[in-house]
């Protein structure tokens, strides 16, 4: 199993810009494609970005193209979420997750991601 943590979330005013980042350990990271969703209040959980292992796929949720850039160091064990021109409705709790083994780090789908971070708060003021 592979532990999740992220970090770099805060609160932001419209136009702003964050980077969030996660860091694995546990587990090898070697070989798996890596995500990031978000939640927020009363909605249910949304693939926003994901990366596959060797960074050459990149996937978006059309909402945040454009604006979010996902990329990740393997040396470091680290993924990177880069937002910018955020606006409220970015407003929510953000995780990283990493998908199975040989499954794409384009699923949108909550359910296939087994291993989850804990979730860093973004809050962006009009």
């Known amino acids: 199993q592979v532990q999740l943590v992220e970090s770099g979330g805060g609160l932001v005013q419209a136009g702003g810009s964050l980077r969030l980042a996660c860091a694995a350990s546990?587990?090898?990271?070697?070989?798996?494609?890596m995500a990031w969703f978000r939640q927020a209040p009363g909605k249910e959980r949304e693939f926003v970005a994901g990366?596959?292992?060797?960074?050459?796929?990149?996937y978006y949720e059309d909402s945040v193209k454009g604006r979010f850039t996902i990329s990740r160091d393997n040396a470091k064990n680290t993924v990177y979420l880069q937002m910018n021109s955020l606006k409220p409705e970015d407003t929510a709790v953000y995780y990283c997750a990493a998908p199975p083994l040989g499954i794409s780090a384009g699923s949108r789908n909550p359910k296939i991601y087994n291993d989850w971070g804990q979730g860093t708060q973004v809050t962006v003021s009009s």
């Open positions: 990366i596959s292992w060797t960074g050459a796929n990149t």
């Open positions: 546990g587990r090898t990271f070697s070989g798996y494609g």
